[in-house]
């Protein structure tokens, strides 16, 4: 029979192994949010095990089994909120409810061991937790961009996994205790195994969900009100350019044309032929942009796997050759690239004398058409059409 220690071992090897891997690989990326979340619960993880590994080989630290279970519930509320911020949602709310289940985890574990608990001290409170935090991270990955990515779904479905198993641990402990049914069930092994699936097929998930997000985002990225030749502004800076060049272009009465250029499947790039292809695929792409972008155009981030440009045309039919040359561009670029890794592109066109000066306007119905003409096979370059 395996005992407890050599268990706890052989789990705090494995996790140990992919958070370093993911954590070595975030260092490396340009900073994005959800990347750093899931770093950061990678980490807890860490220490989870860590702490477990400390109360196997000495069951009388009662404060390691504390501090694990506390870290074992936040961890899993960390890569729940790593999954709401992939999915562009708020998470200052849903951190309090995280930091506020870590903390009644603890108390619960210290409370009981106080009057003289064993070893499960805790577990139920913190049992429910995971449960409920697994469950809404499940739910997360089948909603907002996680959902259109094909690599979020093995993710949602260990998170589901994880779920299950702790609310069977619940349902067991409330009607049975920690008796023999729990032990051979739902005890240390099950969840030894359940805790090294979690771990690799979460690290292969994120890390290919960050990769392509990461070489979007890029840190260097100006806040648009500086934006020039060979920069390309985040998305805030981007929407302020918009916003600055709309007013002006309204007050003068001139056409203006934003485009959003789309690149989809950067993500089965990465799946298929590596972080470092996919990566490669992204630094064309950029520098293709700013080297055959109109002369006076400012460029900037919008959203994942798309980069806009706002400039004046002459005509509609002047916004559309300049959009099909940096098409042309961009799949000579993309196509020279070693191996013939090509993604679909796809130019979207939002003119102010159809859509408006509305920036936000603009800017979601050009992201609209790039998304359309990069799923399309009539034409790569679409100019949006009147509502």
Known sequence: MIDQFSVSLVTAVVVLVCAVLFVFDTLLRRPEQSGRFWAVGFLSAVLTTMFYLVWASAPDTTWAVVCGNTASVVGTGLMWLGCRAYNRRPVLLPGVAVAVAGAATAVAAAVEFALGGDDWSGAFVMFAALSVLAAAASAECFRGALRSSRNALPLGLVFGIQGLFYLVRVVVVATQGYGETFHLWVGTIATSILT?????????????LRAGRAGVRGSEGTDGRGAGPGEIATVAGFQRAVAISAERARARRELIAVWVIELDGLEYIATAFGLDVADEVVRTWRGTMTANAPTLAILGEVGSERIGVVTVVGSAADARRQAMALYRSLFESLGSIEGGVLP???????????????????IEVAATTATRASSGVASAVLLAEPA
Do not use: E, F, N
Request: hydrophobic letters at 60%; glycine letters at 10%; charged letters at 10%.
């Open 196 to 208: 090294v699936v979690l771990s690799i097929t979460a690290v292969v998930a994120a890390s290919v």
């Open 344 to 362: 679909a592109i796809g130019v979207g066109v939002a003119l102010s004398d159809v859509v408006g000066y509305d920036p936000d306007a603009l």
